[in-house]
Structure formats: C-alpha cells, structure tokens
C-alpha cells in the first residue's frame, strides 16, 4: 500500500472562493473540502487543486523574472479553441508572451488571480479511420 494516496497542488490567493470557482468551471469540478482560509477542488477527471488564503499574496510576473514563476499547471484538452472560450468566459486571460515552439499545440494563460497556465493539446492514440 502506497504511503502517500494522493496529491493535491496548493495556489495561495488573496480570495480563494473566487480562484475556486474558476477552476471549477474550467475541470468541471466540485468542492470537495471547505475551510476559512482553503478551498479545495476535485476536477471531473479527478484532478485536485487547493487555493489557500494569503491577504498578501501577490501574482507571478512570468516572465518577467521580478516575482518568479511559482508554479505553473497544465491541462491536457482535445480541443484548444473550446478550452479557450472556456477560460475567457470564467475569466482567464491570453498569456502569449512569445510563440511557442509548436504555438498550435498549447497555449498559455493567467487565472483571475495571476498563475499561470498551459492548455496543451492532447495526441490523438487512436488508429486513423478510413
């Protein structure tokens, strides 16, 4: 039996609820843990993210090297152009400071609250049709 049974990746945030609602609606997810100053969220996939209450808190300046990239997640999706209305829509913003290498493949964005992340496009493991 494993020691450790799961993981779960911690943003600290100045207003918790509202970063929780945004990733709720991007994984499709629930709360699945409640306190004052944590919010815990399950993605529909299983993915468990945390947001954590820091009056202080100030966002990472990627890629400007003042305040550092902290942490940087990635969500694998099948289709970039829906997942990218989808983190407009709940508030997410473009983050393309330079092209990436395969610039069609992922695409990067910031959350309400300034963490940066990557929406890279799944391959295909499926046999070709026809």
Same mark, same amino acid.
């Given at each position: 039996?494993?020691?450790v049974t799961a993981g779960v990746v911690m943003l600290d945030c100045a207003e918790p609820e509202? !970063?929780?609602?945004?990733y709720k609606g991007? !994984?499709?997810g629930e709360e699945s843990e409640v306190s004052a100053n944590r919010l815990e969220i399950r993605g529909g996939d299983g993915t468990r993210l945390a947001f954590r209450r820091d009056a202080n808190a100030t966002p990472p300046s990627w890629p400007r090297p003042e305040n550092a990239l902290q942490a940087h997640l990635e969500f694998l999706v099948e289709d970039l152009d829906e997942a990218e209305r989808r983190v407009v829509g709940l508030g997410g913003r473009p983050l393309e400071a330079k092209p990436a290498p395969e610039a069609h493949e992922e695409?990067?964005?910031s959350d309400p609250a300034g963490h940066s992340f990557t929406l890279r496009r799944?391959?295909?493991?499926a046999p070709k049709q026809g």
């Open positions: 039996m494993a020691l509202k !970063l929780a609602e945004f991007l !994984l499709e695409r990067l964005f799944t391959v295909s493991t």
